[in-house]
């Protein structure tokens, strides 16, 4: 059985195409990367598949049938930022997260010490780092044990000791028979995790299936790596880019970044 089948999806947001006719499918029991560079579409594959996000065109399918919320109900997802109160604790956050879920409160002992925050989880959510934060979105994630789980950039904001940690754990969850969907932009991380990998650039699905040399060789022919990480060309370009005009450093009298119109006084 798939546990998701993707049929030429494509999603817009006016002249921009965030994603072009994709189509995979992942199986049962397999840990399904999706990696790409940041504005590739990772995210916005996953949101909407989760509902959140309208496809322009296409379909897919959760279990083999047409989804429903029924269907979302079985997944554990963590998409982009994790959203909890600040002025809660940890596993206060965790207990109105089973209370949403309907399920999955007599779980919250087994997941923090899953993710190891059991010493802190009487602490405020405002006092968290943000690789704390990340693992107690994973904890909410893992209320109910969920079979599917559905991860947007897990690893983020950790430390090396954290990523090793998070890269453990999913590797205990597929040996339990739990699928895994994760994107990622590190291309280290779905070679050492994932079963099965499908390579976005700019919406482009450039390969997909199984984690070996030549799928990777084959997809990320038009990528260059840094660091351990995969980064497009062109997605550096347009980041730079947009940086410019976000920051300009138009030279002013004294040579430095030119203040408002208000102000014609530069810092020393």
């Known amino acids: 059985m798939s546990i998701l089948t993707i049929e030429n999806l494509s999603k817009s947001y006016g002249r921009i195409q965030a994603l072009k006719n994709v189509s995979f499918s992942v199986p049962e029991g397999s840990v399904f990367g999706i990696l790409g560079p940041n504005g590739s579409g990772k995210t916005t594959m996953l949101g ?23 269907h979302r109900q079985r997944i554990g997802t963590l998409l982009e930022t994790p959203n909890f109160y600040h002025y809660l604790s940890g596993v206060k956050n965790l207990e109105i997260a089973a209370e949403i879920k309907q399920h999955g409160k007599e779980d919250i002992p087994r997941v923090l010490e899953m993710v190891d925050l059991t010493r802190r989880k009487d602490s405020k959510f405002s006092t968290y780092s943000l690789g704390m934060k990340q693992r107690l979105a994973i904890a909410s994630c893992l209320l109910g044990n969920p079979k599917v789980l559905v991860f947007d950039e897990p690893t983020n904001g950790l430390d090396p000791v954290g990523i090793a940690e998070i890269r453990d754990l999913m590797k205990e969850l597929y040996r339990e028979g739990k699928t895994i969907i994760m994107a990622s932009h590190l291309l280290d991380e779905v070679e050492k995790v994932c079963t099965h990998v499908g390579i976005l650039k ?63 006084r530069c810092r020393p």
């Open 202 to 264: 700019m919406g482009d699905l450039l390969a997909a299936g199984k984690v070996d040399g030549e799928i990777l060789v084959t997809g990320c022919m038009d990528f260059e790596f840094i660091g351990g990480s995969l980064g497009s060309v062109m997605g550096e370009r347009i980041a730079r880019a947009g940086t410019a005009r976000r920051s300009p450093r138009w030279p002013g009298r004294c040579g430095r970044r030119r203040r408002p119109r208000w102000s014609s």
């Open 48 to 70: 909407t598949i989760m509902d959140i996000l309208k496809p322009t065109s296409g379909s897919y399918r959760l279990f083999d049938e047409l989804p429903t919320h029924l």
